[in-house]
């Protein structure tokens, strides 16, 4: 037995060609891979290149093409000078910034609260209310707002960025609910169980524990929060009609087209400056956001 | 430090399932009491119970004197040591050890005094700074006792806390939990599904199955003096033979007769104790330690001498374990390396007959 087990592979037939046809087979698995990346990427990328070069083109450019459109004969800043000097536009930056803000904060004391009750504390219909919060979500904004502007204009803040802070966590919070109930059911028992006799009470537990070590999945569940109130364009076009109160999403396509006169210039450059922000949050934060996302996939 | 009581403690659960039956068990003051058993016997669901984790359903348990079925887990001046550690994975180990203190706001300097005393007991001091991840199995469950060890409590509860250790560790670790109670003397409570750990930790052995306690002993009574079948076949390893048997009047000596007719005698002094049960259908029980090969001088009293054919020969090293069929019921006999075991050869043995015990099949209770 062991006498074989010594022998090369090379006297066992077949195995040598085995091994070659493995290689072989990864490496057409590979071309396969990075052809088809290679044409979602042309086809992801294709719009927003075309969206920056269109921003730095003059408006006389824009409207006299000549020759193909994917090389800029002029760059030119103005678009991005004309917006930022523009004190409407940097009050539609202002606005959506204190919407996300008071979005996200307001969600994640909500639902970090809510989740760690329902994952957490056994009560009558806890199990009904997690699935519930779930299926709230399924519910899509575009149905959602007919009810919730009678709401917002009962309340007095239609035109007004607090009605955003109000109904922005309808999308916000039954999601975020969700990842955080499956962060904290992937915490084991025992350390709730340690907690306590340790001498945690439930806050302490929730602050101490349970926050520390969800904070992958919080982050996760910040940057949705984030994305979503950020890029939220159904809500703020039914109840925002003021421009001094409108965010970035509503506030560019509504001043910088006038009737059928479209700044195509400062459109663009408007767009590119509002993708920033979740650009960049999503470059420094990307791997959190993945960690949060797959939490309790596997054992670890 | 203190002594806990349990009176007539059950947990019935949802649907009626009762997973503890109305046990009771007396808890001495720096007493080490081990609770074992098999698995779903119910001794994980007391030490809860001890702790706060679960609910008592009906009876009273008391810890120092005073009832604590209704007092949360933090001020039952308790602490516990899980299976799987349950080390906040965010602390070091220094303020995994500091936690509980911190929570109950002990100064500075005496949390520091305390986490470095314990350190020193179970020799992490240079861990102190790491975090649990950067641990090996063995460091996390020294850690996880000196999580309890720094709070003093009266009670420590250990849950199984080795299972999770390879071979080699979990036999450092037994000899290192005996040693910090020899130098802390807490009253300890220790739950394990190993009758090994249970033998060498325990003060007293707590034998548990289906919800109730088999018999509440120190080890060496729980191993020469089983009450029950159960106990009998769970504490020892290799676990005791239990052959079929009848118990026969021949003349003025009882008789053990086997399957297969082999005749073996009843020890004098046994006689008057099983003279109740002669002529019935019982349970022989012998150890595999007492079932031995013949050796020259050998002066032990009431040996008994039978052949018996071995189909299975394991040698250990340090010994030889034969396996024997007797019309069905497995007969382990151990022998001494040195002696030539052949399957399929037969075997002159010999059955300490002084050491056997028999056990009532209606029952289940070592007569």
Redesign the interface.
């Known amino acids: 037995m062991s006498a074989t087990a010594a022998t090369p592979s090379a006297a066992i037939p077949g195995l040598g060609r085995r091994i070659g046809s493995l290689r072989k087979e990864r490496r057409w698995a590979l071309i396969t891979a990075y052809i088809s990346l290679i044409v979602a990427a042309i086809v992801m990328l294709a719009p927003p290149l075309y969206m920056l070069l269109t921003s730095l083109k003059t408006s006389a450019e824009i409207s006299n093409p000549v020759g193909t459109p994917w090389i800029v004969r002029n760059p030119t800043l103005d678009n991005y000078w004309a917006l930022i000097s523009d004190p409407m536009f940097r009050g539609f930056f202002f606005n959506s910034i204190k919407v996300t803000v008071c979005v996200v904060v307001l969600t994640m004391v909500i639902s970090v609260f809510a989740a760690f009750s329902l994952a957490r504390m056994k009560f009558f219909g806890s199990q009904v209310l997690a699935t519930g919060v779930f299926l709230t979500y399924l519910v899509p904004d575009t149905l959602l707002f007919i009810p919730l502007y009678q709401i917002v204009g009962a309340l007095g803040l239609l035109n007004s960025t607090w009605g955003l802070v109000l109904v922005y966590p309808t999308l916000t919070v039954p999601f975020c609910t969700w990842i955080m109930i499956g962060y904290f059911a992937s915490i084991p028992k025992e350390l709730d169980e340690a907690a306590l006799i340790d001498g945690a009470n439930w806050m302490q537990m929730l602050t101490k524990i349970f926050i520390p070590v969800a904070l992958p999945g919080i982050i996760a569940a910040t940057i949705f929060a984030f994305t979503v109130s950020w890029a939220a364009f159904v809500y703020p076009t039914a109840f925002i009609t003021r421009p001094d109160e409108m965010p970035l999403t509503i506030g560019v396509v509504s001043q910088l087209i006038r009737g059928d006169t479209f700044a195509w210039g400062q459109l663009m450059a408007g767009a590119l400056l509002a993708a920033l922000p979740p650009v960049i949050v999503y470059a420094f934060l990307m791997d959190y956001y993945i960690a949060g996302l797959t939490a309790g996939a596997t054992k670890g | 430090m203190a002594q806990v009581k349990l009176n007539r403690i059950v947990k019935e659960y949802e649907g009626g399932v009762q997973a503890v039956k109305g046990i009771d068990l007396d808890i001495a003051d720096h007493e080490f009491v081990v609770l074992v058993g098999p698995s779903g016997c119910g001794k994980s669901t007391t030490l809860r119970m001890i702790?706060?984790?679960e609910e008592i359903s009906k009876g009273e348990i008391l810890i120092g004197g005073n009832v604590v079925n209704d007092i949360?887990?933090?001020d039952r001046d308790?602490?516990?040591v899980?299976?799987?550690y349950?080390?906040?994975?965010?602390m070091s180990v220094y303020d995994n050890m500091a936690?509980?203190l911190m929570?109950?706001k002990f100064p500075k300097e005496e949390i520091r005094r305390r986490v470095e005393n314990a350190a020193r007991i179970l020799d992490i001091g240079m861990l102190l700074d790491r975090k649990p991840k950067a641990l090996s199995g063995g460091q996390r469950q020294r850690v996880a006792m000196g999580?309890a060890i720094v709070?003093d409590p009266k009670v420590f509860l250990f849950d199984e806390p080795l299972s999770n250790l390879d071979a080699k560790l979990r036999v450092q670790m037994r000899t290192e939990i005996k040693k910090v109670h020899q130098t802390v003397k807490t009253t300890t409570v220790y739950v394990t599904h190993d009758q090994v750990e249970a033998m060498t930790l325990a003060d007293r052995v707590v034998v548990m199955n289906h919800g109730v306690i088999e018999q509440v002993g120190p080890p060496t009574e729980l191993y020469h003096k089983p009450a029950t079948k159960f106990v009998a076949g769970f504490i020892g390893s290799p676990a005791m033979n239990f052959i079929p048997a009848k118990l026969a009047n021949g003349g003025a000596a009882l008789n053990i007769v086997l399957p297969g007719g082999i005749s073996l005698p009843v020890p004098e002094a046994r006689a008057k104790r099983y003279a109740g049960h002669a002529g019935k259908e019982v349970l022989f029980g012998i150890r595999p330690e007492h079932l031995t090969e013949v050796r020259p001088n050998d002066h032990r009293p009431n040996l008994a001498h039978l052949k018996l054919t071995p189909e299975v020969v394991e040698p250990m090293g340090m010994e030889t374990l034969a396996h024997i069929w007797l019309e069905g019921a497995e007969v382990v006999a151990r022998i001494d390396p040195s002696v030539p075991a052949e399957p399929g050869r037969a075997l002159p043995l010999a059955a300490d007959m002084g050491q056997m015990h028999l056990i009532d099949p209606q029952t289940d209770r070592v007569i």
């Open positions: 702790a706060g984790l949360p887990p933090r308790i602490a516990m899980f299976q799987n349950a080390l906040y994975p965010h936690f509980g929570l109950r999580r709070r």
